[in-house]
């Protein structure tokens, strides 16, 4: 799953408090209906709870936040293909439910007041709080759920489609109550995937194109609102003092700054020069460089920036260099692995990154559901019925990448890469990597939409170089990056598969036939396979989460033994910068490390800093 409460009426008069779950007889099935609803055992938090541990629900409001991003927008509707949506444009709005970041796989009810659902999750039905409200005042009603759900499914972009492919139809049951309908009972993820549905206005959209690129400030229900709008350059948003959800239990101490301006930057030095200079107030570093050496600044050493390296618990995901197997020559798992040999990350972590990160060795890393050594046998359960449709390397050799000694010298890489192109019928002629058969030479580009990268692609291709196969390197801006990708008009880019604890729906998208033909979807990389798509299909109908994890790491064995990507690498650290006139709250949640909407304006500290003073 990749997803993405209580509270006083608004307008103060009475408290709302949802009544614990309650199992009730429907003819031969039991049918739970409760305030919150996990995928596994029950939820944590009682329906009268107070704030999570990780809020301070004392946490005070007001003051003005500078963050930064990357490239430039062109739209405020982020539900469509075509567009480039501002950030934090999405969080406008509200959805059913919200998920829980200390559980796994857990939702409370949102705008939902209650959630329904039969043992066997066959469908799941939802009633809305009579308080819900959009910016208007206009109520939330089943119709706008239902809307939503329609068009979103038919006009949205395409992750839509496949992640409520099996939900039937959404219809409505009673006044403030609504149904959703699946296609069987055997996806038992789909009522958390339906409670992260946002709730959009059906009146207001009935005058609009939904399909259409607009710049119009859209109508929402969220914490915030669009404030103020300078087209490709910045966008701010104000806080809603009339948020009706504002003190639902799982919001006091939540959305506490008055003001969030994003401003846009096309180039990442430039940003981090912006932040250096006090334009920006918080950062989260992801280059190991700068954490390392670029922060020996006086704001850090009198004070007025402070470092903060935040342990997490999240799925790692894939971050690689994806193969477009779409191209001619990519279609050889050999010819992937060979270029996929020649990836130095030994040398690269010690002399770009300080050591600071470890390879990507799973799809699904920092979490159970990674595959590691041979498989057991509850997981050949899965891959044997697969034998002669999957590489037999699954079944006999536990994954791993190759190493260097990090020195540089990667001789013992290029042999292995060699033996493997001579084996899928390539040789060097005149220096060059030329297919036997066809006399072409091996050549494609890599794309990235991010500087940054440059320092270490450039060594990789000095790399290939040796071997005869020619690598361009081609940077272009985050719009263009955008079209590229919706199109699959690449060879090789940068990509990542976020996954979360709880795989599911998603996956469809990632890695399903379908996908691969559909413009706009999350399977870049062209990934048409029988047996993959099998695996898949069993991950969303495992009845357990001892079968989801089976299933999980024998999909991720034939993800890994593909060779689809070239996998990057992964810190289970968030590594966060910010001037020093905020508060957080001392706990941090397991799931969400760094969660900037749970801190705020320590009054004191930014007087502090005005005045040109330290810690």
């Excluded at 066997?120 to 005042?137: E, Y």
């Excluded at 990509?495 to 399903?512: A, H, I, K, T, V």
């Amino acid at each position: 799953m990749s997803i993405k409460r209580r509270r006083l009426l608004a307008g103060g008069a009475a408290l709302w408090v949802a009544a614990p779950a309650i199992v009730r007889a429907q003819g031969s099935s039991r049918v739970t209906v409760s305030h919150g609803f996990a995928m596994h055992g029950t939820p944590k938090y009682a329906a009268d709870a107070g704030p999570p541990d990780y809020l301070n629900p004392a946490a005070p409001k007001g003051g003005s936040v500078r963050l930064a991003a990357r490239g430039t927008f062109d739209s405020l509707h982020p539900f469509i293909v075509k567009s480039v949506p501002a950030a934090g444009i999405s969080a406008i709005w509200d959805t059913l439910c919200w998920a829980s970041r200390d559980e796994a796989s857990t939702e409370y009810g949102l705008v939902a007041e209650t959630i329904e659902w039969p043992d066997d999750r066959s469908w799941v039905a939802f009633t809305l709080r009579p308080q819900a409200r959009f910016h208007d005042g206009t109520p939330m009603t089943v119709e706008d759920v239902i809307f939503t759900f329609d068009i979103l499914k038919s006009k949205g972009a395409p992750n839509y489609a496949f992640y409520y492919h099996d939900v039937l139809k959404a219809e409505k049951v009673g006044e403030r109550k609504v149904l959703f309908t699946f296609r069987d009972s055997t996806n038992k993820e789909l009522p958390l995937i339906v409670g992260q549905l946002p709730v959009l206005p059906s009146r207001w959209w009935a005058t609009r194109d939904f399909e259409k690129v607009s710049l119009e400030i859209p109508l929402g229900s969220g914490p915030y609102k669009v404030d103020a709008v300078d087209v490709g350059r910045s966008i701010a948003y104000r806080r809603a003092d009339d948020w009706w959800a504002r003190d639902l239990w799982m919001n006091r101490g939540r959305h506490n700054f008055e003001v969030m301006r994003y401003e846009y930057y096309r180039d990442v030095t430039v940003q981090f020069e912006a932040f250096k200079a006090g334009e920006i107030d918080i950062r989260q570093e992801n280059i190991a460089r700068n954490w390392a050496t670029a922060y020996d600044i006086p704001p850090v050493r009198d004070g007025r920036i402070q470092r903060a390296e935040i342990p997490h618990e999240l799925p790692t995901g894939m971050q690689c260099f994806a193969f477009n197997t779409r191209r001619e020559y990519f279609k050889d798992r050999r010819v992937r692995e060979a270029i996929g040999t020649m990836f130095d990350f030994a040398w690269t972590n010690k002399n770009l990154f300080y050591g600071m990160y470890k390879r990507n060795i799973s799809f699904f890393g920092n979490s159970e559901l990674a595959s590691s050594g041979l498989p057991t046998p509850a997981e050949l359960k899965y891959l044997e019925p697969l034998r002669g449709k999957i590489p037999d390397e699954v079944f006999t050799r536990e994954f791993k990448l190759p190493e260097s000694d990090g020195t540089g010298n990667v001789r013992d890489l290029a042999r292995r890469a060699l033996a493997l192109l001579k084996d899928a019928g390539w040789e060097i002629k005149d220096g060059k990597m030329t297919e036997t058969r066809s006399g072409k030479k091996l050549a494609f580009e890599m794309m990235l939409n991010d500087a940054s990268f440059e320092r270490v692609v450039l060594p990789y291709r000095q790399n290939l170089e040796r071997i005869g196969i020619d690598m361009s390197v081609r940077t272009i801006d985050t719009a263009q990056f955008k079209r590229r990708e919706d199109e699959f008009d690449f060879d090789m880019m940068v990509e990542g598969f976020g996954q979360s604890l709880s795989p599911g729906n998603e996956q469809r998208d990632f890695w399903g036939s379908k996908a691969a033909a559909t413009t706009g979807s999350r399977n870049s990389i062209g990934i048409r396979d029988e047996a993959i798509d099998r695996l898949v299909e069993t991950l969303i109908a495992a009845p357990d989460r001892e079968s989801l994890v089976n299933v999980t790491r024998a999909l991720d064995r034939v993800l890994l033994w593909s060779h689809f990507v070239v996998p990057n690498w992964h810190s289970n650290t968030a590594y966060v910068a910010y001037w020093n006139r905020f508060a957080r709250p001392a706990k941090s949640a397991r799931y969400a490390p760094v969660a900037f909407d749970t801190w705020w304006i320590d009054e004191a500290k930014d007087k502090a800093l005005q005045r040109g003073g330290g810690k």
